[in-house]
């Protein structure tokens, strides 16, 4: 499963990717681990499709749950010390893994490039505006070979034919997924259903 044969340039994270490997086992449990490699290939996939930096690619699809398994106290203090919006805190570590975890990939991992931070910084909730790179880690992540849900095939033939298509299918779903387990709705994910879904015709 770590079939990817790339060597970093160093452009992106002064890091080698072993090196980055090796940082990523040591703060992910097995299984988030498993993913986030799952995720890397995919993005690497996406990536030659649509023309997008297959380096940048790796980067943002290992580094993207890098926080995730933070304890919430680590995100509150940092979302008080930048003095980030204060609706952050009526939410969890769901939404603060992305929102907020970009800032440790900056500062711990030494990653500087604002499209690769972006792009953790959205892969949870999307964003009005995406990159290329922003929209292929969204969609790397659900449908990452690992994911299995109802619609999981079609998610992967939608963004395979049209990357904008399989954005606003995932936006759609999630939020109807929200919405029927009575979860609160980001407000940024409300944007994105808004920007990528308004108009469109996925189903
Ligand atoms: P993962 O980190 O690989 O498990 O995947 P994600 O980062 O995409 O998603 C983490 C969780 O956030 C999932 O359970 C989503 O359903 C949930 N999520 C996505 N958008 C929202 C939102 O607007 N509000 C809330 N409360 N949860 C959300
Ligand atoms: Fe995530
Ligand atoms: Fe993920």
């Known amino acids: 499963m770590n079939n990817v044969e790339l060597t970093y340039t160093n452009k992106y994270i002064p890091l080698s990717r072993e090196e980055l490997i090796e940082k ?22 996406l990536a030659k499709k649509n023309d997008v930096d297959v380096e940048k690619a790796s980067v943002a699809g290992l580094c993207h749950d890098y926080a995730k398994q933070r304890p919430d106290d680590n995100f509150i203090e ?3 010390k930048y003095r980030l919006d204060d609706i952050l805190l009526q939410y969890g570590n769901a939404i603060w893994h ?29 964003a009005k505006y995406m990159s290329k790179l922003e929209q292929i880690v969204y969609m790397a992540d659900y ?36 919405i029927s387990s009575n979860k609160p709705v980001y407000p940024k994910t409300i944007d994105t259903y808004n920007e990528w879904v308004n108009g469109s015709n996925i189903k």
């Not at 990523?24 to 996939?45: D, G, N, Y």
């Not at 800032?103 to 909730?125: C, M, P, R, Y």
């Not at 690992?146 to 759609?172: C, H, M, S, W």
């Open 143 to 178: 449908i990452e070979m690992g994911r299995d849900f109802p619609g999981v095939e079609e998610a992967r033939d939608i963004t395979f034919n049209d990357l904008a298509d399989g954005v606003a299918y995932q936006t759609k779903h999630t939020l109807q997924f929200l």
């Open 24 to 45: 990523l086992k040591k703060a992910l449990t097995q299984s988030r681990f498993e993913h986030v490699l799952r995720v890397e290939q995919m993005a690497i996939e």
């Open 78 to 80: 940092l979302i008080k």
């Open 98 to 126: 992305g929102e907020v975890g970009y800032l440790l990939v900056q500062n711990e991992l030494g990653v500087t490039d604002i499209d690769i931070l972006n792009s953790i910084k959205h892969h949870t909730t999307g």
